[in-house]
């Protein structure tokens, strides 16, 4: 069972930058792939961004271009760069450990307990 934990998020102004952590309690091998997600009140989670076990990267339309995923294998930690923050931004970031299979991340079973971030205007 993978334990996740996450750290970072907060309170920023417009046009500022956070950076989000997802800190594996295994090898992140084992997590193989990394689905960062968020959810803004009363809405369903949405994927954000996700990294594969090859390093690939891919983002939801919303953020391509501000956000960038990042891994550091020897802290078993995966990163989410988040920069140009906008108060649409604002909401409930999750990680996901998943797995890769082709070139794709898959969603997996252990979420981080959550991370709340708020843009203001």
């Known amino acids: 069972q993978v334990r996740l934990v996450q750290s970072g998020g907060g309170l920023v102004q417009a046009g500022g930058s956070l950076r989000l952590s997802c800190a594996a309690s295994g090898s992140i091998s084992s997590i193989d792939a990394v689905g960062w997600y968020r959810q803004f009140p009363g809405k369903q989670r949405e994927l954000v961004a996700t990294?594969?076990?090859?390093?690939?990267?891919d983002y939801n339309g919303s953020v391509k271009g501000r956000f960038i995923l990042s891994r550091d294998t020897a802290k078993n930690t995966v990163y989410l760069q988040m920069d140009s923050l906008s108060p649409g931004d604002t909401a409930l970031y999750y990680c996901?450990?998943?797995?890769?299979?082709?070139?794709?991340?898959?969603?997996?079973?252990?979420w981080g307990q959550g991370t709340q971030v708020i843009v203001s205007a």
């Open positions: 996901n450990a998943g797995k890769t299979i082709g070139q794709y991340y898959y969603q997996g079973d252990s």
């Open positions: 990294i594969t076990s090859q390093g690939s990267t």
